[in-house]
């Protein structure tokens, strides 16, 4: 959600409208790192600060956020778009789904074991140097 | 057609601007297009179908965007084009800040 809101502010309004609206939110007591936890209040200060506009750029991030889980936003510009993200958080539990642009546990940690059974039908460019004993 | 633009080209205010800016999901898909290729240079009807619009359904906007200047029309042999005004989204950018810091938040005083 942060990098999506992120993502929306810059290239909606700019790099230092972005940096006005981080430094706005910080005025209201939310750090960047909390973007996610209190996006109700950064919504409320985003209507503050552009009034009726403010749901142009929250429609956009919730469309941004339901691409990046590869969802289909079943929602119009008017529904509840705080009630469509919470749909989605649940959605993302339930079906275990993950972001397109987050590094699965397995690229982070190197590459994965080969099993001694599938040892021979993997392709001789996927086994690495550590592989090899 | 320019000197037009130049005339109908209204002053506004940051909370103003910010509030005209994007205020339809045209206007955020145009400011979008624009900033990601600033020197996109195209008729009505192509950049409409970049946004997965029609020209009439965003002719309205892109006239508000033309009279807060941060596009501009040109004529190119019998086309009309519209182009983007990066310096005149930076004063926009700018506006919008100063009105940022203006407003009072809960924690001040």
Redesign the interface.
């Given at each position: 959600l942060r990098a999506c809101f992120d993502l929306v502010l810059k290239?909606?309004?700019?790099q230092?409208?972005g940096?006005?609206?981080y430094?706005?939110l910080d005025?209201?007591?939310i750090q960047r790192s909390e973007i996610s936890a209190k996006f109700d209040e950064v919504v409320s200060v985003l209507n503050?600060?552009?009034?009726?506009?403010a749901r142009?750029?929250v429609?956009?991030i919730a469309v941004g956020l339901y691409a990046e889980y590869s969802a289909w936003p079943k929602f119009t510009?008017y529904d509840s778009l705080t009630e469509q993200i919470v749909r989605l958080r649940d959605k993302v539990v339930s079906d275990r789904l993950t972001p397109r642009h987050t590094l699965t546990i397995d690229h982070q940690s190197g590459p994965k074991p080969v099993p001694e059974s599938n040892a021979k039908t993997i392709p001789s460019h996927e086994i690495s140097f550590t592989d090899i004993k | 057609l320019e000197k037009e633009n130049l005339d109908t080209r209204t002053e506004l205010d940051g909370g103003s601007q910010a509030f005209r800016l994007f205020s339809t999901q045209a206007k955020g898909d145009l400011l979008i297009l624009y900033h990601l290729n600033p020197g996109l240079i195209d008729t009505i009807d192509a950049v409409a179908r970049r946004i997965g619009r029609t020209a009439k359904e965003i002719d309205e906007d892109v006239r508000d965007l033309v009279t807060i200047g941060v596009l501009r029309t040109r004529k190119i042999g019998s086309h009309e084009v519209i182009t983007f005004d990066k310096s005149k989204d930076d004063e926009a950018q700018e506006s919008i800040v100063s009105h940022l810091k203006s407003i009072k938040t809960g924690r001040a005083g």
């Open positions: 290239n909606m309004l700019g230092k409208v940096d006005g609206i430094d706005l005025r209201e007591g503050k600060a552009f009034g009726t506009s142009v750029l429609h956009k510009f | -």
